[in-house]
């Protein structure tokens, strides 16, 4: 039943998610074409209310990423808006700097590779330093060398939601809450988009569903191999009396064939130390608690091919995680390796998160920023981590690609 004023308009734009990278996306979109309508539709009743709200809030600063990649370029471009629009509208945030360590000999030609990447992506201010100096900088980790990143930090990214829509609505633009779209339809003219309840017109779609970014392109006709598998990211807290355990951000090295950065510690913007997240399978796409479970969504992951074959190659590392997720015993002891202080009555619960993992039919993990463009849709198929930090370039990405695919 129709019953919004919104329905009765010809939107130049509709935005399908209020996570950070939809309203970064509206945002560069109503700087770049001032005069034009948008629209973004949030099917929960605020934004950054998934992956955007529910991850640590890091900073990335660019180190990891192969050069050249949309990851790599986005990630500093991005990393150095975000700072700058964070500042300029008292959104907290904190450039407090990381290290990630080597706890093993046998690391050493990992960190130095991940060295080489970084100056190669032009990072400032890293450096190696040796375990006197990582001593000093965080007393209670064991490490024998360590990649210092000045340029790294911490920021409240649903802070940073709130004010994107503020700015948004002051503009040309609207969100509307409550709004799942259940369909897309494209014609010569117009593409019409469907929510319970209400339809709605536009000239253009930009789809940044996160978690279900497959499954609104699909509904837009769009035919795709990525298939979105979700994976749970589990966290603790240190208590009020442990934290001083840690300073800044620690992180170990990342394990290079797995998209994951490991179990960690990081100081966050409004308060409080967490660690973690481990990453387990998860049988729902917004599957927030240990036992959640959708029976559609669980057996279509298992019975995508994809998932299948990433899971056989994976499997030992997958049990490995499963066991953090149950033992918090094994969940200190990963801890442990970085700081070997930690102990299981100094940690609480702390709220999970689901990461979307985008798969091929191969098994392959999408390990970079992926877009598809179908008439006059493009969709966000893959935005993983450090999305957040590149939200506003990947916006500015995404105004360039309907420049030139519209012709606008």
């Known amino acids: 039943m129709q019953n919004s004023s919104e329905a009765d308009i010809i939107f130049d734009f509709i935005i399908v998610g209020a996570g950070i990278v939809g309203l970064s996306t509206a945002y560069k979109l109503s700087k770049a074409f001032p005069e034009t309508k948008i629209l973004v539709l949030e099917k929960e009743d605020r934004v950054a209310a998934h992956q955007t709200g529910k991850n640590s809030g890091v900073i990335h600063s660019g180190i990891y990423y192969k050069p050249g990649s949309y990851k790599a370029r986005n990630c500093i471009d991005g990393r150095h808006q975000l700072v700058e629009f964070c500042n300029k509208h008292n959104i907290a945030i904190d450039i407090c700097g990381k290290v990630i360590v080597a706890t093993e000999e046998e690391e050493l030609p990992r960190l130095e590779k991940i060295y080489q990447r970084g100056v190669e992506n032009e990072i400032e ?238 098994g392959e993990i999408l390990d970079d920023f992926y877009f598809e463009v179908s008439g006059k849709q493009i969709h966000v198929l893959n935005a993983p981590s450090p999305a957040a930090t590149a939200s506003l370039s990947i916006g500015d990405e995404i105004v360039k690609k309907v420049k030139e695919e519209f012709s606008l």
């Open 125 to 362: 201010g890293i450096e190696k330093i040796g375990a006197k100096e990582l001593t000093e900088i965080e007393p209670h980790v064991k490490g024998i060398a360590a990649i210092k990143v000045p340029c790294a930090g911490i920021v409240d990214y649903a802070g940073m939601c709130k004010k994107l829509q503020e700015l948004l609505e002051a503009q040309n633009g609207k969100v509307l809450f409550g709004q799942k779209v259940t369909k897309i339809r494209e014609s010569e003219d117009e593409i019409t988009v469907s929510t319970e309840g209400i339809t709605f017109k536009t000239r253009h779609l930009i789809g940044c569903g996160g978690l279900y970014s497959d499954k609104v392109a699909k509904s837009g006709g769009v035919k795709s191999p990525v298939q979105i598998v979700p994976f749970k990211g589990e966290y603790y807290e240190l208590k009020q009396d442990a934290e001083y355990l840690v300073n800044h951000l620690i992180y170990p090295l990342p394990n290079p064939e797995f998209p994951f950065l490991g179990v960690h510690f990081t100081r966050m913007a409004l308060g409080g130390i967490e660690c973690g997240p481990n990453a387990v399978f998860v049988f729902k796409r917004e599957g927030y608690n240990k036992f959640a479970f959708d029976l559609k969504e669980g057996f279509e992951a298992l019975f995508f091919k994809g998932f299948r074959k990433m899971a056989f190659k994976h499997w030992r590392m997958g049990l490995d995680e499963y066991k953090r997720s149950f033992s918090k015993k094994a969940f200190v002891k990963g801890l442990q390796k970085l700081i070997p202080e930690v102990k299981e009555e100094q940690l609480k619960h702390s709220p999970a998160g689901v990461r979307a993992m985008a798969l091929l039919p191969n």
